[in-house]
């Protein structure tokens, strides 16, 4: 079914450069289902210096495909149709490309019998009804799925090629990748795109494009051209290069220049280079070290244990999470004196450090981390408004870093953007403990930034 077709339509033709998805389905238009189809494929698409142009979002609609297929056969080469292959009256995909492109439909035996030893494997009779998947326009090559029963359609009209993929992102993957390694592979041409996403904590999204934006600017004069976009979001900031060169290795090597030069300006509020997120730095930092982590968590609820477990391999560093919600639990679980709550209130540098330390102690982890905050919409005050959130961290070694931020946003938002404070402290606590050992330095106790005393 699968390969031997794959092979002879391989090559000959020009490359194809650009194109467009279609992503079929009523669900997709409704509020309850999102395309993802759409992304998976841009980033293969990408990956092989296809660009793509246009997405469109149809309902299971006749004149919806129709119209949408037409309008990208007329502007771009390559034209993925993805979902409505299913064999229920409303997948249309099949029926209506056929339609448009004046393809008599006719049912393949092989495709048939595939489809029946599919069901037969479960003990089940193929549905009459299925037989609608195995109808393949005239000239068109089938696609294996590995994981359903609708085959993949790949037709060639001119230079132009139009693949139409199942709609459930684990048959339609595989499909796609198998076409990356085959025919849309060798279509692809030289030429190919790097992307780069470099993330940043610690600056705004202005105070970052200030710092970037006379380097950047300067690139799209560079051969090849960096197109560099920056994205903000709660906590962090992101930036994307791009570059499209004649080989993989020219659009590399530029982005690597280019993300040398951003390391060179931003310093250690760059974070990651290489698409890792801030937790997944964290436990690499924590792994190198071999150090273990604890955290006492008020106001984030366990998000920054989550995060930290999100990390495949956790295990290896992350020793607990406590989420302390109560004063009296502080106290309980984490040991924080209830005279430093009375004293100083829930939300206070003594009580972030009393958190860090007991989770340090509690946990015999190398490093413990204190989360204490406000996240509204109640509970604040003209001297701690909703968004205060104290982060502390103490270790490795004698290290002890505490600091107070405001966070602007929803109750979600100040969540998450303390979370991230937690992380980055620590990232920050861990980094500097290696300048603390470094022969020039002086020890901890000497750096300001690091020893912020409690207020
Ligand atoms: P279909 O091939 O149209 O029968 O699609 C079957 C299922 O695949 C749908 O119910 C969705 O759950 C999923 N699906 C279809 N299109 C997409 C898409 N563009 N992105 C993500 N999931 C999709
Ligand atoms: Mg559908």
């Known amino acids: 079914v699968a390969d031997p077709g794959l092979d002879c339509i391989a090559g000959g033709s020009a490359p194809l450069g650009t194109a467009e998805i279609v992503a079929v389905g009523s669900e997709l238009l409704t509020a309850f289902r999102l395309d993802t189809n759409s992304l998976f494929l841009t980033g293969r698409l990408n990956g092989l210096g296809i660009e793509v142009r246009r997405k469109t979002v149809v309902g299971d609609d006749r004149a919806g495909i129709r119209d949408a297929l037409e309008g990208a056969l007329a502007r771009t080469d390559l034209v993925i149709l993805t979902g409505g292959l299913g064999p229920t009256d409303d997948d249309l995909t099949r029926e209506v490309v056929a339609e448009a492109l004046g393809l008599a439909l006719e049912e393949d035996a092989t495709v ?24 393949v326009p005239r000239g068109a090559v089938v696609l294996e799925n590995v994981n359903g029963t609708a085959p993949g359609l790949l037709i060639e009209r001119g230079r132009k090629m139009i693949l139409l993929l199942p709609g459930p992102p684990g048959e339609l993957q595989p499909m796609a990748d198998a076409l990356v390694a085959g025919p849309l592979g060798s279509r692809a041409g030289r030429r190919r795109l ?50 499209g060169a004649e080989d993989e290795i020219a659009a590399g090597g530029v982005l690597e220049v280019a993300t040398a030069e951003l390391a060179a300006v931003l310093g250690a509020d760059l974070f990651s280079t290489d698409g890792r997120t801030l937790e997944e730095v964290v436990g690499n930092l924590c792994r190198a070290r071999g150090l273990s982590l604890a955290v006492g968590e008020s106001c984030t609820g366990g998000l920054v244990a989550s995060r930290l477990t999100d990390v495949p391999g956790s295990s290896a560093f992350f020793i607990f999470g406590v989420v302390a919600y109560s004063n009296e639990s502080k106290t309980a679980a984490l040991g924080v004196p209830a005279e430093t709550i009375q004293l100083h209130g829930a939300v206070s540098k003594p009580v972030a450090v009393a958190l860090a330390e007991g989770a340090r102690r ?54 998450h953007q303390a979370s991230q404070g937690a992380l980055d402290l620590v990232r920050r606590a861990l980094l500097d403990s290696d300048d603390a050992i470094a022969p020039a330095r002086v020890p901890h106790a000497h750096a300001p930034s690091r020893h912020d005393p409690p207020e």
Request: proline letters at 7%; aromatic letters at 4%; glycine letters at 12%.
């Open 112 to 135: 048939t019998e595939g489809i029946r030893r599919r069901f037969a494997a479960r003990q089940l009779v193929m549905p009459e009804n299925n037989r609608r998947q195995a109808m």
């Open 194 to 243: 790097a992307r780069r996403v470099l993330r940043v904590t610690g600056r705004t999204e202005s105070h970052v494009e200030q710092a970037v934006q006379p380097i950047y600017s300067r690139w799209r004069a560079w051969h090849p051209p960096i197109e560099t976009t920056i994205l903000a979001a709660p906590g962090q900031i992101e930036l994307h290069l791009t570059a």
């Open 362 to 415: 509690r946990g015999r982890a190398d490093v413990g981390v204190g989360v204490t905050g406000i996240a509204g919409p109640g509970g604040g005050s003209a001297h701690k408004p909703v968004g205060t959130v104290v982060i502390a961290v103490a270790g490795p070694a004698n290290g002890l870093s505490v600091r107070s931020y405001s966070f602007p946003g929803g109750r979600s938002q100040v969540k």
